[in-house]
């Protein structure tokens, strides 16, 4: 039983650490897909490389830090294993609230994008794409999707 109960928080925790806030050109928020996203048309004027820092996690705290717990029963007896119990659940609170903000760092960029018929200029913090041709230049003439998440792809316009 006590197995059964350690591999449920054990994907639980793994399940909260994979709830990494993605911002890349080519993955869609599910909301996004079949409605009408308003656009713009723009040029590239800056471009600054970032590093995208990944999202702390109060459900991977509590999760792992059950974890902890229940893993620090067999050590010790007495006193000893209280101790135990008590820093194995702290340790597994402070690992399981840390680990997706490292987890979910990442490389990106802002562009700041000179939009067309405006004299406005907008910045937007974009995550990396593994694919090249979605990592913007200045110059670039790209199109601007404000859906559930903005974001910048490449514009043929």
């Not at 990944?54 to 067999?74: D, W, Y």
Request: hydrophobic share 35%; with cysteine.
């Amino acid at each position: 039983m006590l197995k059964k109960i350690f591999l449920f928080f054990v994907v639980i925790s793994l399940t909260s650490c994979g709830t990494i806030n993605s911002t890349s050109t080519d993955k869609v928020d599910k909301q996004d897909t079949g409605r009408v996203l308003n656009t713009d048309l723009g040029v590239v004027i800056d471009v600054v490389p970032v590093k995208i820092k990944g999202q702390t996690s109060s459900l991977g705290a509590i999760t792992t830090g059950i974890i902890g717990g229940i893993a620090s029963q067999k050590i010790g007896d007495g006193t000893g294993k209280e101790i135990a119990i008590v820093a194995g659940t702290v340790a597994g609170g402070i690992i399981g609230y840390y680990l997706p903000a490292k987890i979910g760092e990442h490389n990106g960029f802002q562009y700041t994008i000179s939009l067309d018929g405006t004299e406005n200029s907008i910045s937007i913090i974009q995550g990396a794409s593994k694919d090249e041709k979605n990592n913007h230049k200045v110059g670039d003439r790209v199109t601007v999707i404000y859906g559930n998440q903005v974001r910048v792809i490449p514009s043929k316009n």
